[in-house]
């Protein structure tokens, strides 16, 4: 095993900038939990905003820092795609937030808490497994998150299936059973979205070890 910081350091610059991005995408979550737990019926989406504007900028920064730097802390193919993932999370995020409002005044009886505190997890996770590039990669700690994160992503595919059969028996109006469909498939795209996150980071873990 080897340090990738030790024959990299010259673009050590890209570990914070990774932990930043992910550090983005748990934001976003945290928004989102708190949106939900504030029950208004018309939310405030400044926080999420916030979260995706920081996600942007630290995607444009590490675009542009890759055509600046000859020498890169990881492959630079790698750094692109963990980098995409990461700026995935939070755009999802925002997006289920902007639909939320539309029709909060209408979803006051509907509980996304749980898939809501699922997503947080996975992102807490995601923040842990990008911290762990930085000093050396250590695969079995890396295969624990990576499996952590596996099951709070199946986790949330049964949770949808109970759901889908509660929605389909409980609601009678046709537009509002869309609407919540919708907005909880996009909850379950945002930890789908933390999983393509995992499986870059432990592929990225797996070459490097």
């Not at 024959?7 to 050590?12: A, L, R, T, Y």
């Amino acid at each position: 095993m080897f340090s990738l910081q030790t024959i990299f350091g010259k673009g050590d610059k890209f570990y914070g900038l990774l932990e930043a991005s992910a550090e983005a995408a748990l934001l976003s979550a945290r928004a989102l939990g708190k949106m939900l737990a504030e029950g208004a019926e018309t939310p405030a989406l400044d926080g999420f905003r916030m979260a995706r504007r920081r996600e942007k900028d630290l995607f444009a920064q590490i675009n542009l820092e890759l055509v600046n730097t000859f020498v890169t802390a990881l492959e630079r193919e790698d750094i692109e795609a963990l980098a995409g993932a990461l700026y995935k999370i939070p755009k999802t995020v925002e997006k289920f937030a902007e639909r939320y409002a539309l029709f909060a005044d209408r979803l006051t009886d509907v509980d996304y808490s749980s898939q809501s505190a699922m997503l947080e997890r996975a992102c807490e996770v995601i923040v842990k497994m990008v911290g762990e590039l930085r000093g050396g990669i250590k695969l079995d700690v890396m295969h624990g998150l990576n499996e952590s994160m596996q099951s709070i992503e199946s986790e949330a595919d049964r949770l949808l299936l109970d759901l889908y059969k509660r929605l389909f028996s409980d609601a009678a109006d046709a537009a509002r059973l869309m609407v919540r469909r919708d907005l909880f498939e996009l909850l379950e795209k945002a930890i789908d979205r933390c999983r393509d996150a995992g499986n870059v980071i432990y592929h990225i873990a797996l070459k490097n070890s």
